[in-house]
């Protein structure tokens, strides 16, 4: 009788696994609130992976959602680049609304906050256009970016992972009878804190 084939299972090596991209964290940094409603301080982070610079939003002092993805400066650039031609003034969170993939409403106000605090924007001046914001200089964005690219890595830097491991879902918690005791909602890791309306461009 012909014996069976047989298949073996190929060892995966270390050189044959896909190395996680590494953000190195150049600078952590504080910035108010765009919204005059909006309490508390926001910590973010800037970061570069080879030539390409990005920034995150790390924390919340107060209330509002916001995803904890790195954002690339490309893709605050291609936001811009949907602003209605010839405008000079906008909102902030109207102008990063395609920056960010996650969904939480606070990200791109947080967003232009950040950037506003790091020189990138400024509000704009016209009484009329209150809680409008500008580019600080046509290039701002690029010399921002080349500023960042010039920085000196610390000797403590810190390096974490671009994509951190999604979190496990939690599931209905079931009593000695079998019956749902309780049901937690999983949480996206990404998202942190509520979602008042006042901040929804905060």
Same mark, same amino acid.
């Given at each position: ?5 047989? !298949? ?5 090596? +270390? @050189?044959?696994?896909?190395? *996680? ?8 940094? +504080?910035?108010?609130?765009? %919204?005059? &409603?909006?309490?508390? $301080? /926001? ?7 080879? =030539? !390409? ?7 919340? *002092?107060?209330?509002? &959602? ?5 954002? +690339?400066?490309?893709?605050?650039? $291609? ?18 609304? !395609? ?36 580019? %600080? ?7 921002? @970016? ?15 992972? /671009? ?11 079931? !009593? =000695?009878?079998? *019956?749902?005791? *309780? ?5 996206? @890791?990404?998202?942190?804190? =509520? ?8």
């Amino acid at each position: 009788m012909p014996k069976k084939a047989t !298949t073996k299972k190929k060892e995966v090596t +270390t @050189e044959e696994t896909a190395a *996680e991209p590494i953000v190195t964290v150049l600078k952590i940094g +504080t910035a108010s609130k765009l %919204s005059p &409603r909006g309490d508390g $301080q /926001l910590t973010f982070q800037v970061g570069r992976m080879d =030539e !390409t610079v990005l920034l995150r939003i790390s924390g919340n *002092e107060s209330s509002g &959602r916001f995803s904890k993805e790195w954002v +690339t400066a490309d893709a605050i650039r $291609q936001s811009l680049a949907q602003l209605p031609k010839g405008a000079k003034s906008f909102k902030g969170a109207l102008a990063l609304k !395609t920056a960010w993939k996650g969904r939480s409403s606070c990200n791109s106000g947080f967003g232009a906050a950040i950037l506003k605090a790091e020189g990138v924007f400024a509000a704009d001046e016209d009484p009329k256009k209150k809680g409008m914001l500008t580019l %600080s200089a046509p290039d701002a964005l690029d010399a921002w @970016e080349k500023s960042v690219l010039a920085m000196k890595v610390p000797k403590d830097v810190e390096q974490v992972p /671009l994509n951190p491991p999604k979190p496990k879902p939690f599931f209905a918690k079931k !009593t =000695e009878d079998g *019956e749902a005791a *309780e049901v937690v909602e999983p949480v996206e @890791e990404a998202d942190a804190g =509520e979602n008042p309306p006042e901040e929804a461009e905060a």
